[in-house]
């Protein structure tokens, strides 16, 4: 019995999986009632739109600190070399518009939490990008311009 309600379940599966992957036709509009729920409740569909609008640049994410002393450095690394969720998070703060002004509250946080003797004396926080040449053309790689937006603090 066990064995019955398996296989039914993994023939609904498969079914519905090819199904959603084949060309629409008058066929497919006729089913796509009776398995659409599943597609979309068991997170199998896909919006393949992500590809109309492909980037045709490259965001760069810097945390720069500076100190008294006339020294800076970047303690989360380049953006390459940081961590992702430190990228992610940078991400979300520099690029979404719901979350401007918060670039400010997080180098305020940053250096609310430095340890004393290595607070910075200022902090830049900015997103750069680096244009993706176009098939066939060849560029040097590097930051070009000024950057899209830009957070400084200085304490």
């Known amino acids: 019995m066990l064995r019955l309600l398996a296989s039914i379940i993994l023939l609904f599966h498969f079914t519905a999986l090819t199904l959603n992957n084949l060309p629409w036709s008058d066929f497919i509009a006729s089913l796509y009632p009776y398995y659409s729920w599943y597609i979309y409740r068991t997170g199998q569909a896909q919006n393949w739109a992500l590809y109309n609008n492909v980037l045709k640049s490259s965001p760069n994410f810097e945390l720069e600190l500076s100190y008294a002393?006339?020294?800076?450095?970047?303690?989360?690394?380049?953006?390459?070399?940081?961590?992702?969720?430190?990228?992610?998070?940078?991400?979300?703060?520099?690029?979404?518009?719901?979350?401007?002004?918060?670039?400010d509250r997080f180098l305020q946080w940053f250096w609310d939490n430095a340890p004393e003797g290595a607070k910075p004396s200022a902090a830049r926080l900015s997103h750069y990008f680096t244009p993706i040449p176009e098939h066939g053309i060849r560029e040097t790689a590097g930051i070009t311009g000024p950057p899209a937006k830009q957070y400084r603090k200085t304490w």
């Open 69 to 103: 002393d006339g020294r800076t450095e970047l303690p989360w690394g380049t953006s390459r070399q940081m961590a992702s969720r430190s990228l992610y998070f940078l991400e979300a703060v520099l690029i979404r518009r719901k979350m401007d002004g918060y670039g």
